[in-house]
C-alpha cells in the first residue's frame, strides 16, 4: 500500500501532545490508515471506507466502549473525531 501521499491528522481532543492518540489518513483511494501517533514509522492498519464509516458511527453512538480509564479525556469522557 503506497501511502506516501497521506494526509495524517489527529483529534483536536488529542491530549498529552498527542501521546495517547492515533492519527487517520482519509484523503486515500479506497482505503483509509489509522498509525499510532507515536510510532509514525510503525505499522498502518487500513480499512476500507465502508467499515471505517460503520466504526465511526458505533464509536459515536456509543457502542464502544474503552476498557479502563487510560482513554478518556478529562472530561471523564471518551471520544471519537471523524
Sequence with gaps: MDLS??????????????STCVEVATNLA???????????GG??????????TGFLAAAAGGALRPRDDRWRH???ASSVSA
Design 5 to 18: 501521499g497521506a494526509v495524517w491528522r489527529k483529534s483536536t481532543r488529542s491530549s498529552n501532545g498527542g
Design 30 to 40: 479506497d482505503v483509509v490508515a489509522v498509525r499510532d501517533s507515536k510510532d509514525r
Design 43 to 52: 505499522p498502518v492498519l487500513a480499512f476500507g471506507p465502508t467499515a471505517w
Design 74 to 76: 478529562g472530561s471523564g
